[in-house]
RNA sequence: GGCGGCGUAGCUCAGUUGGUCAGAGCAACCGGUUCAUACCCGGUGGGUCGGCGGUUCGAGUCCGCCCGCCGCUACCA
């Protein structure tokens, strides 16, 4: 039987693992172990993309040999996600010759076949996302339609590969097979992309070593990252190297990503080179969300990037819980709140929310209560008779299908909802037996089956959160002296516990977070316990404030316009001739709709003069033209006074 | 500017094909309970379901327009 084979994207090692990487690892391990506990055989790949040329760059700059600064970080990336319990099959490295092998005889083979073919290129390229744009997309522009970074200008002989070909196919597999882009933004933003028309993309890159070489080519340089990272999903199974037998892995099952490299890379490029090989497609490609952090999308830049580690390690140290499941209760955090189609909030007090509302006071004290009162009242014996309510045991099984449908689509949230439906169940139904009332009147037995419901409850629970919070669920098993925490068609099974069970002592899981009070007994504000702790968290800056040297860096100088005319085929923009103090300057403003060309000549205004320039309509603008902006429409500057052509401004 | 999506209680959000759909959780307040990790249970929230029209016996739920936010895209710079 084949094998349920499950991917994150490989990746860049150039920084180490946080929130978005983490939540993608995550998801993937809980979809791995849900599949396992369902009875599946799983083979689930991560890993580390080590052939970017950006990767190389950042070695450099640290002054490392490149092999010793991958190895070092792919060390890194396998301790993060052993520490969050991420239990993979393999992790693949792109620098792994086996891997390297699979490229070059992919390359030869769509080469021998016409896929690939050579020609020249030009155009404009991001090494920081290491994409060619077409120049259609930024004949107005000169940075990085993704990143915003500047982008190079590239002319050389390369490889191309024959994408145009594939662009009715792909529209026609992702039209006939709905599951196949996840969820329906995404796929609905890949049709759109592809209607647009797929260009044929160069597969080649020089410039740079480090890399697959291209084979049979010595002076072509090296294999476009993106085409060698996707294979690492091929080179995993075994590909080339076990003949027929790859195909009990292939294809993948799921294949889970960001949103980000959706649309263009898994959902175009990739299923594309698979038709060019002739292999079967992924069965399903899945985008979550992103995280963002006081409503700024989460970037290195930015400062704002928590480390998962440090999170949990924090809420570990603030509340007296256990380091292990302080791990799970960020796992349990994470995938409560995934992001899937809009982004989510990521926030600390967001996580002790949940902590101490979903693991401490519900699901930690239920099994703490039932636990307590088995051993106060039946020295944690299961007594006699004990046998589940019909009622209850429907309620329990339904949510429990619930939880397994929403498991299997992906659906994090509304699963761990579905089941925590169950905490509330067990504690409404002890509310109105009243089992500690029962047995003030001498009515044990009953008392015993009213509990017997929180223990089917507890192992119910242990099993259904296992592919979350593994960890949990062993102690959950553990104080239920079970050997071991039930697989999902067992953990269903409703009288399970029998007569007699011995029960271990309770011990509180998740110790709640106390906030602080005031000795005069008056509740004070409670204070974010996790953010007193700055030391063990990510350093978070002001993302909208810059430092002085910052703005040092722009070169503001008040500039005389010498003459403007409109540019053709354009209807906002006007093409200004600028004396910058003895230098003349062109730039393109798209101020059109809102002044003539008569208007601004002779006055002055100020211009931001070494920003990068742009080409725009075919004219390159070197600066732009600083203006009020009055509900979308320019309102020009001008000193307060003549000044002289060139003036600085500070 | 174009295409797509969204805008529901203080916060986070559920709401299939139009008719108990005006909801859940959290926060707050009130009450109850005491087995439990000051926990749990119940109650309360005067939400014009972004706004204005329209279709219909009946519309968060369909249509049009407008406002706001997001994504992609574009003659943003």
Not at 101 to 116: A, H, K, N, P, T
Request: glycine fraction near 6%.
């Amino acid at each position: 039987m084949k094998r349920y084979y499950i991917t994150t994207p490989i990746y860049y090692v150039n920084s180490a693992p946080h929130i978005g990487t983490a939540l993608t690892t995550i998801v993937a391990d809980a979809c791995a172990r849900f599949q396992k506990q369902r009875g599946r055989e799983v083979y689930f790949l991560t890993g580390t993309d080590e052939n970017a040329p950006k990767v190389h760059r950042v070695a450099q700059e640290r002054g490392v040999p490149t092999q010793q600064f991958v190895d070092e970080m792919a060390e890194v990336f396998e301790r993060a996600w052993r520490a969050l319990h991420i239990e993979y099959d393999i992790f693949i490295r792109t620098t792994e010759e086996r891997h390297k092998r699979v490229v070059s005889e992919v390359f030869r083979r769509l080469r021998e076949q016409g896929d690939i073919y050579k020609g020249s290129y030009q155009g404009w390229y991001c090494i920081s996302c290491e994409t060619f744009f077409a120049s259609s997309k930024i004949d107005e522009s000169k940075t990085c339609p993704d990143c915003g970074k500047p982008l190079e200008w590239r002319d050389e002989l390369c490889y191309y590969f024959r994408l145009s070909d594939y662009e009715s196919r792909l529209r026609e597999h992702i039209l006939a097979n709905p599951q196949f882009i996840q969820p329906e933004v995404r796929r609905n933003e890949t049709l759109g992309f592809i209607n647009e028309g797929l260009q044929d993309i160069a597969v080649s890159r020089t410039g740079s070593d480090w890399g697959v070489p291209v084979p049979d080519d010595p002076n072509s340089g090296v294999v476009y990252v993106w085409f060698d990272a996707l294979l690492n999903y091929l080179t995993a199974t075994g590909w080339l190297e076990r003949g027929e037998a790859y195909l009990d892995t292939w294809p993948p099952d799921l294949q889970l990503m960001g949103k980000d490299i959706l649309p263009r890379f898994h959902a175009t490029i990739w299923p594309a080179m698979l038709m060019a090989l002739g292999l079967p497609l992924p069965e399903r490609l899945y985008g979550h969300g992103w995280w963002i952090v006081n409503k700024q999308k989460m970037s290195k830049s930015l400062g704002n990037v928590y480390a998962p580690l440090e999170v949990a390690q924090s809420l570990a140290d603030a509340a007296g819980c256990e380091l292990p499941y302080a791990v799970d209760a960020f796992r349990y955090y994470m995938l409560r709140e995934m992001p899937t189609d809009a982004d989510a909030e990521f926030s600390l007090e967001g996580f002790e929310a949940r902590y101490n509302g979903d693991l401490a006071n519900d699901l930690g004290n239920l099994l703490h209560r039932t636990l307590s009162m088995m051993h106060r009242y039946f020295e944690g014996r299961v007594p006699d008779g004990a046998r589940l309510d019909a009622e209850l045991a429907d309620l329990f099984a339904q949510q429990a299908a619930r939880v397994t449908e929403a498991f299997e689509a992906v659906d994090f949230p509304r699963g761990l909802r579905e089941a925590w439906q169950i905490i509330g169940a067990v504690n409404r139904y002890y509310d109105e037996q009243a089992p500690w009332t029962l047995m003030k009147q001498g009515n044990t037995e009953r008392a015993g089956q009213v509990l017997y419901a929180g223990l089917i409850a507890a192992r119910l629970l242990g099993g259904l959160s296992e592919p979350v919070m593994p960890q949990v669920a062993r102690e959950i098993a553990r104080q239920l002296n079970l050997s071991s925490v039930p697989c999902w068609s067992d953990a269903v099974v409703m009288n399970a516990i029998p007569t007699g069970h011995i029960l271990q002592e309770p011990k509180p899981i998740f110790p709640r977070l106390q906030p602080q009070r005031s000795t005069g007994g008056t509740p004070v504000q409670a204070q974010p316990t996790l953010e007193r702790d700055t030391q063990a968290t990510a350093t978070i800056t002001m993302p909208d404030t810059i430092t002085i040297d910052e703005f040092k860096r722009l070169q503001i100088r008040i500039a005389t316009v010498k003459a403007a005319e409109p540019v053709p085929k354009s209807t906002k923009l006007l093409k200004l001739t600028l004396d910058v103090g003895g230098e003349e300057r062109t730039i393109v403003a798209g101020i059109a709709e809102d002044y003539t060309p008569e208007q601004v000549v002779g006055k002055q205004i100020p211009v931001l003069v070494n920003l990068q320039p742009a080409l725009i309509r075919g004219i390159v603008s070197e600066g732009m033209m600083l203006a009020a902006d009055v509900d979308g429409k320019a309102v020009l500057l001008h000193p307060d006074r003549e000044v002289p052509s060139g003036s600085g401004v500070r």
